[in-house]
């Protein structure tokens, strides 16, 4: 059963928006391809970057919006001397975006030009990305030395490792993306395939969960026995367990570990704007690390589980846009909710200025069939 949309996009209903949860880390785009003295533009939480990377090597985000009159800082020019803009010609410092010059100043005038700021965000390379920090609107100018939140990080559990990235446009907003990310029943439907699982293979399923700091846990434990690429991990003959970690605004983090074997994930969904996201996941692994084509192979099938998910959420935005009623049931579905009440306690915190109350307060078992 397919089919395709009888509407043209334009008469349709607009899709539902999220509330972004700001003073936080985003990957805004892969760092890989952005050389030296390069820029590129982006959107992230629905703000316009410039990003690059100066002739010394410094990653650096700026809003792409020059401070005199708003035309995109992108289309001026970049080079040793800075980000000059192209309507006045005024010249920034790309990673802190403090004014360095205003040509049409004359010894006359008493404005100095290092009092004004370009909007500059927080912006490191880590894991392949270019990871930007987005303080909330209005929050003035905030320097990466501010920024007590640490850059989320892939973790790795060996000196030699080898990784894979992916990313997929989703054209849904943050929130459905990232239920459909901790979603536990939408396996056996979403990815059939000989080499994961198929409908038939659904059984039931127990698993503790546990609050970690600003998410959950779902605790070390084997991995679903019927699926292949477990099953190939059973050659090391040693026990294999996964912890999987949500942690907000927006990550999923995986590890399978074999004996001194692992593998580990990083999954994000980033709003792109209040209601399109875009899905990265960070992959690295010394699991059969000298068998050759391993790492194409493993991109190969990663990228189509990505792609069911993406296709599967192009589908549910079509059905969004038309702001149906919607149902979360226990326990297939407690995840999510649990990622929306963090995400309640968190805008609390932000909106009140206190301290974050978890909604979990204790270690709970979920049964589901999947
Ligand atoms: S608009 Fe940028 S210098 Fe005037
Ligand atoms: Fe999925």
Redesign the pocket.
């Known amino acids: 059963m397919s089919s395709a949309p009888t509407q043209p996009d334009l008469i349709l209903p607009s899709p539902p928006a999220a509330t972004l949860i700001y003073d936080d880390w985003y990957p805004a785009m892969r760092a890989q391809g952005l050389r030296r003295g390069q820029t590129a533009t982006t959107l992230l939480l629905g703000l316009p970057l410039l990003v690059g990377r100066t002739h010394e090597g410094a990653v650096f985000a700026l809003r792409d919006s020059?401070p005199?009159?708003?035309?995109p800082l992108s289309c001026g020019w970049f080079d040793r001397s800075g980000v000059t803009?192209?309507?006045?010609?005024?010249r920034f410092d790309p990673v802190t975006g403090q004014c360095r010059d205003i040509p049409s100043l004359t010894p006359v005038d008493t404005l100095d030009p290092s009092r004004i700021y370009a909007g500059a965000y927080p912006c490191v390379e880590r894991d392949g990305y270019l990871w930007v920090y987005v303080p909330a609107p209005g929050a003035g100018r905030v320097r990466a030395e501010d920024v007590s939140a640490p850059v989320p990080e892939l973790p790795k559990f060996s000196a030699k490792f080898r990784s894979a990235h992916l990313t997929a446009e989703l054209p849904c907003n943050v929130d459905h993306g990232i239920i459909g990310l901790m979603d536990p029943a939408h396996g056996p439907f979403v990815h059939q395939s000989w080499w994961w699982r198929s409908g038939k293979s659904i059984h039931t399923k127990e698993k503790q969960f546990e609050p970690i700091p600003q998410g959950f846990r779902m605790v070390a434990h084997a991995p679903s026995a019927n699926s292949a690429p477990y099953k190939l991990l059973g050659v090391y003959g040693e026990p294999v367990t996964t912890t999987i970690d949500f942690v907000l605004p927006n990550r999923r983090y995986e590890t399978i570990r074999c004996g001194d074997k692992w593998f580990a994930s990083l999954t994000t969904v980033t709003p792109v704007t209040p209601t399109a996201s875009r899905i990265d996941v960070v992959a690295a692994w010394n699991i059969f690390y000298s068998v050759p084509l391993v790492p194409q192979i493993a991109q190969a099938f990663g990228r189509r589980f990505v792609e069911q998910d993406r296709q599967t959420m192009v589908e549910q935005a079509r059905g969004l846009r038309y702001h149906p009623a919607l149902m979360l049931i226990d326990d297939a579905d407690r995840p999510a909710k649990w990622y929306f009440a963090l995400k309640q306690a968190r805008l609390k915190m932000a909106e009140s200025g206190g301290a974050f109350v978890h909604p979990l307060d204790g270690p709970v078992t979920l049964h589901w069939r999947s």
């Open positions: 020059c005199h009159r708003g035309i803009c192209k309507y006045h010609g005024w």
